[in-house]
């Protein structure tokens, strides 16, 4: 029997990003702890795929293949959700797409396509759920942002963190509007997450999961589970007087930052004088 802390029978989430990765352990989570889900995913197919599974477990649920970086079309598919489910509670934040280039070749154009889809659709997304959190009283918002908004990572993610940072600022802003009426904004901040597009990337730069892995002290990539808790904490009333908030989820990335190393394999720890600088 799920805990009644974290009971989330008769709720209402609606998620992007679906189909897989975060978007899909995010909906399965939910869906697990009893609320009903709207799967958002422009991957139409791999959304269905998700809805069988949640759909086994006896819950409601609907799949629109909304493009989030549509204000338009995201006003339409909350109208879809108000038809199907006349309610929403819960709102996991998650598609949008990014761009790598350096800063110095970036397409000002490219730039603009990722404020759009990461920026404009993720307040439109939030602005659409807030409106009908805001008339019934209650609500909750989950923005998936990233460390970089945090700290830069280079290797061509300018536009990217530029959006990410600005991400941050917005569920700042929301929390601070909304929280005395009733709606809680928060966001989570993950490290490298694997998924398909990030597979990819490794597998064309053999050094590259090693490189993440050691600024990473708990030693593996993140994986889409990882955000499951976190999801079914934030949509619940375990989490009632959490707003504002942003949540690292990157085995101890920000923690450790560029200074340090993690573990110590062996051998004598010596000490050392800092002068104004990392050793």
């Known amino acids: 029997m799920t805990n009644s802390l974290f009971d989330l029978s008769g709720k209402v989430a609606v998620v992007s990003g679906a189909a897989q990765g975060l978007g899909q352990a995010t909906a399965l989570a939910v869906a697990e702890h009893g609320a009903d889900v709207a799967l958002v995913d422009r991957n139409v197919e791999g959304a269905e795929a998700t809805a069988q599974t949640i759909g086994a477990l006896g819950r409601q649920v609907m799949v629109a293949g909304t493009d989030v970086s549509d204000p338009d079309a ?25 761009h790598l280039a350096k800063p110095e070749d970036l ?9 759009q889809n990461l920026v ?3 307040f439109s997304m939030c602005q659409q759920a807030g409106r009908r959190m ?3 009283g209650r609500g909750s918002i989950m923005n998936i942002g990233s460390l970089a908004s945090t700290t830069a990572l280079g290797r061509g ?7 990410m940072g600005a991400v941050i600022q917005m569920t700042r802003e929301l929390s601070t509007e909304w929280s005395s009426r009733g709606v ?19 597998q064309q730069d053999p050094e590259l999961e090693a490189k993440f892995i050691r600024g990473i002290p708990a030693g593996r990539m993140g994986q889409p589970a990882d955000i499951k808790g976190l999801a079914v904490l934030l949509a619940s009333d375990a989490s009632e007087w959490i707003t504002g908030a942003i949540i690292p989820m990157d085995g101890g990335n920000l923690a450790m930052n560029a200074g340090g190393t993690p573990g110590h394999e062996g051998g004598e720890v010596q000490s050392f004088r800092t002068e104004n600088s990392l050793q």
């Open 74 to 98: 995201i006003a339409d598919l909350f109208r879809q959700v108000d038809a199907k489910f006349g309610r929403v509670d819960f709102l996991g934040n998650i598609a949008g797409d990014g």
């Open 107 to 115: 397409l000002i154009e490219d730039l603009h396509r990722v404020l």
């Open 120 to 122: 404009v659709g993720r």
């Open 134 to 136: 805001l008339a019934q």
């Open 157 to 163: 993610h300018t536009a990217y963190s530029m959006s």
């Open 184 to 202: 809680r904004v928060n966001a989570v901040t993950p490290a490298q997450v694997t998924n398909p597009s990030l597979i990819a990337r490794m």
